[in-house]
């Protein structure tokens, strides 16, 4: 009795596998919970109709062209990565369809452990290899003997069950962004232009103020060309730091070089220092800094009013 209950569970399980399995190679090969993979959580969220942080499967195949069903409830989104599809789900889904135009239907697939809010999972793929197209050339006239599949661009559509999407393969394209920047307590003016990367990007920002001249020079100046790096915290926020060139105008009495506070208006210059956040919010985009000069002579004095400057900035991106 024994023996025939563990045979009944054995044919149980490969009657299983085989009807989650396409005869013509087109399958699941694995399916398991990345436990440190923090994509879905803080690095690439997406949001489902619940308002709750949808779940990730990560199916790892390097061609494009497929379809993606979970019922009801419906897929939040897909995204074409490098070797790999994302696909987001709402929490609680048990199973997924995957279709393609040429492998074929892998229908109702079960995933076999709960599919939790902001959580990756990652999906491998099996696909048939393709035998090699056999194209002849005659009198000016190709002929292909098989049918060639031709890729479309990408589209979402509403089925019955919830929402179905077809992935073709897409590009993610930099986005530029320019932003007018000054500063408190003196009002400059200045320009920043960002490049927002997938993970790490670049910016280059100028600033100046020219004040009133007299005998002794500008009574009041500041100039300041940095250039860094955005470090991305996620799709939208962003922390830059920068280090360049920079010069400021300070008034007397504002020092004390040698011990003694000076009584005329000094100019100080050397390294310019930034370090804020660059925002994007659609195609606006925010940045809240500061800024410091720091004086290279190595001159000895010491500074009453602090040299770092409270800056902001709204652009737009691109």
Not at 88 to 108: A, C, F, L, S
Not at 287 to 299: C, E, M, S, V
Not at 309 to 316: P, Q
Request: glycine fraction near 10%; charge should be positive.
């Amino acid at each position: 009795m024994k023996r025939s209950a563990i045979l009944f569970i054995l044919l149980f399980l490969t009657a299983r596998v085989l009807a989650q399995t396409d005869s013509s190679g087109f399958y699941v090969q694995s399916f398991k919970k990345l436990e440190w993979d923090l994509d879905a959580r803080s690095n690439h969220p997406m949001l489902d109709q619940n308002n709750h942080k949808a779940a990730l499967i990560k199916v790892v195949i390097p061609e494009d062209g497929f379809d993606f069903d979970v019922g009801v409830m419906g897929v939040v989104g897909v995204r074409q990565e490098h070797g790999e599809i994302w696909v987001y789900v709402p929490e609680g889904v048990r199973k997924i369809t995957i279709r393609h135009q040429t492998y074929g239907v892998i229908r109702d697939y079960e995933f076999g452990c709960p599919i939790e809010s902001a959580s990756v999972y990652e999906m491998r793929l099996h696909v048939p290899v393709q035998p090699k197209v056999k194209v002849i050339v005659k009198d000016s006239i190709v002929y292909v003997p098989t049918p060639v599949y031709v890729k479309a661009s990408p589209r979402g559509k509403r089925t019955g069950s919830g929402r179905q999407f077809n992935v073709r393969k897409q590009t993610t394209q930099p986005q530029w962004s320019v932003l007018a920047v000054t500063n408190v307590p003196t009002p400059t003016f200045g320009l920043l232009t960002a490049w927002h990367a997938h993970k790490v990007g670049t910016y280059f920002k100028v600033e100046c103020m020219w004040g009133k001249r007299t005998d002794e020079g500008y009574t009041s100046r500041r100039f300041s060309v940095t250039i860094g790096g955005i470090f991305k915290c996620n799709d939208w926020l962003g922390i830059c730091s920068g280090v360049g060139y920079g010069e400021v105008v300070v008034p007397p009495g504002s020092i004390t070089y040698n011990g003694q506070t000076t009584t005329t208006y000094k100019v100080l210059n050397g390294f310019s220092l930034d370090l804020g956040v660059i925002a994007r919010f659609g195609h606006i985009s925010a940045y809240l800094g500061g800024n410091a000069i720091h004086d290279w002579k190595g001159t000895s004095y010491s500074i009453k009013r602090p040299k770092a400057y409270l800056e902001f900035g709204i652009g737009y991106s691109f």
